[in-house]
Each structure stands twice: as C-alpha cells, then as structure tokens.
C-alpha cells in the first residue's frame, strides 16, 4: 500500500535562508507524487507534481522537488524564503489501485521569522 | 471567477443535530471530494463522487451521508452517528480521469464544532 512520511511535524527558518521540508513515501509502482500548501483557514492548493518525467519539477512560488528513487524520497526546497511562505505543507501519493483517490502525509508547518 | 464556495465557513452545532455542508463549484468539474482535516493528522478522504448521481465512500464515511443531484453541487450531511464530527471540512473538485493531474481544486473550508 502507498503512504508518505514527513519527516518534520513543524520547520522554522529565517527570512531569506533556504527551505528544506522532507518527505518519504512508499510505492510498490512508480509514483505520482504532489506537494501541496495551505495558508491558515484556507482551502489547499498545488505547488508541484512529479508523474515520471523529469526528476526535478519546478512548481509555484519558487520551489522546487527531486524525486529520488534510490532514497524513496520528494523533499521541498526553496532557496530563499519568504514571509509568505508561512503555511502547512502535504506531501501526497496517488493510490495507484484507486487513482481517484490521493493519500495525505500529516503535514509540515512551515515557520518563517524575520 | 471559477472556483469553489463552501458554506458555512463557521457552524455550531448541538450534539444530536444534523448539519449539512455545502459545497459548490463552476469549474464544470465532473470529480468532487469530501475530505476531513484533524490537527496533526493530514486530511482523509470521506466520499467522492465522479458522475451526478453516484458516488462512493472514503475512508471514513461512516456518520456521514452526500448526495450528487446536480454536476455544480455536493452537500456532505454530518448526522448524529458521527462520533466526534468536531473538525475542518474541506471540498474538492477535479476533472476526470480523477487523478490523472492529480490537481484538486479545494475550496476555503468550513469548521464545525459541536458543542
């Protein structure tokens, strides 16, 4: 069965510092994986998804994920972060046996200071 | 402007009441999605509908009813089985094939607190 872990429950950074927000997942098939942001009392909206075409996908708002097959892993990254950015973050899987449903991990709030 | 409205974005509701959410979309998306979000534990899939008029349960569709009249609306009901129904409720549509994009279009939310 598929699942993701993220491996942080909460990230703090600076304004202007990277940003680094990990992820793990578990597929018997190859994946479709997706990052996803929600701001405080908001609906959630896509920031990026990897569907086996190139590794590296670039999404919104600067960021940017590296699908690693070795390491079973999505990790987030910006290099600089912004104000803005302050919101919880979801790594999500495709359930390849019902590909209308997707799996959430538990989210990574992301704390940024001045 | 295309998106998603859901109503209320607040409700209090006795225990032993019925309550009915709602959710509305004119992206002309045939998908639609009823998920639950509890602190710390990501959101989980309720019910979900691809076409009017039929629908299936989620993960965790027990206390809870939907129907799908029209291709625009989706209503969740919270009924009285649902045991601890304190939560943030999120809506979603997407184009079929489902998950093919893997992009949900999610609207803002409504938070029910049982009281």
């Known amino acids: 069965a598929q699942s993701v872990t993220q491996l942080d429950s909460h990230v703090s950074v600076s304004e202007g510092t990277p940003v680094l927000l990990r992820c793990n997942y578990s597929?018997?098939?190859?994946?479709?994986l997706f990052w996803y942001v929600q701001h405080p009392n908001k609906g959630l909206q896509l920031l990026l998804k990897?569907?086996?075409?190139?590794?590296l996908v670039k999404g919104i708002n600067g960021f940017e994920a590296e699908f690693k097959k070795s390491e079973t892993s999505f990790h987030l990254t910006k290099p600089s972060a912004h104000m803005s950015d302050a919101a919880e973050y979801f790594c999500?899987?495709?359930?390849?046996?019902?590909?209308?449903?997707?799996?959430f991990g538990t989210g990574t709030r992301l704390q940024v200071f001045p | 402007d295309g998106g998603i409205t859901q109503s209320p974005k607040y409700l209090f509701r006795k225990e032993g009441q019925n309550v009915t959410l709602s959710c509305e979309q004119n992206?002309?998306?045939?998908?639609m999605y009823w998920y639950r979000q509890d602190p710390g534990q990501g959101l989980r899939l309720i019910y979900y509908?691809?076409?009017?008029?039929?629908?299936q349960k989620g993960d965790i569709a027990e206390g809870y009813s939907v129907s799908r009249e029209k291709k625009e609306s989706f209503p969740l009901t919270v009924t009285s089985a649902q045991k601890n129904p304190t939560a943030f409720y999120l809506c979603?549509?997407?184009?079929?094939?489902?998950?093919?994009?893997?992009?949900?279009?999610f609207g803002e939310g409504s938070r029910l607190t049982v009281l």
């Open positions: 992206l002309n998306h045939d998908a």
């Open positions: 999500v899987v495709r359930d390849s046996y019902n590909t209308d449903k997707l799996i």
């Open positions: 509908s691809q076409i009017v008029n039929d629908f």
């Open positions: 597929s018997s098939y190859s994946p479709s």
């Open positions: 990897y569907t086996s075409a190139a590794t």
């Open positions: 979603a549509s997407s184009m079929l094939p489902g998950m093919n994009t893997g992009e949900l279009f």
